[in-house]
């Protein structure tokens, strides 16, 4: 059986987030091991999703503080033996998947800690699903630090404008240099004409692997706080998904 590990990146507003639900909602159907990861410590996954978030891993990150910062060191040493499993611990199942939450930091400040500890993480994690689905948080951090080195597919979300493009560009190219993906694919979201496709496919050498119209029912559902999850299966943003997950091969093709 394939095992994927599939990260989504791009820039604030392009609709990464709600992408990742409605894939969630697709990938749920498919009888694998299923894992969500919002590593982008804005928490907009859970909302989109409508899931309660109880323990994060900013959470399990300060745990830790505490521990080094009493100085005994067999509480270290078992701390650090354990951390596995803890990780494991912050799991939460729902109906179809399960999730795991990076979380808000305690404290001002760099976020490295945290996204060093989602990698570690994230090693275990990977025996145990089918499929991982990462969340990034916008920009390049986690791509530099390389807390998605080791993944099958990098799908990067841009909205059909120039200045998306040179955004995805920027994300390629850093991929390249420090992750493993066999595939980097653009997808272009809200596309409210198509004839666009063309005229941004000329001005760019990133695979575009498709897009994704501008859904009217995605904008319903955010107004009145409706969890993505519950979007119609016949939807024309899930409908266009399908099709690019069935063109990468994550889905059969019937």
Known sequence: MNKWIIAVMGKGGTG???IIALMTKILMQQQKKLLIVDADPA???ANVLGIQVNRTLEDLRHEIIKVGGRGIE???EELVLSL???AMELLTEQLGFSTLIMG???TSGCF????TLLRSALKPLTKAFDIILIDCEAGLEQIN???VENINFLLIISDPTVRGLQTAAAIQEMAKKFTKASRIGLILNKVSDPSIIDTLRSKTDLEIIGNIPLDPQITEFDLIGRSLLELPANSISINALTTILKRLSILKKE
């Open 84 to 86: 596995d499993y803890k």
């Open 145 to 147: 630090r390389k807390v």
């Open 43 to 45: 928490l907009g996954l």
């Open 104 to 106: 808000q930091p305690h």
């Open 16 to 18: 990464k987030t709600a």
């Open 74 to 76: 067999d509480e270290k």
């Open 112 to 115: 490295c800690p945290a996204n």
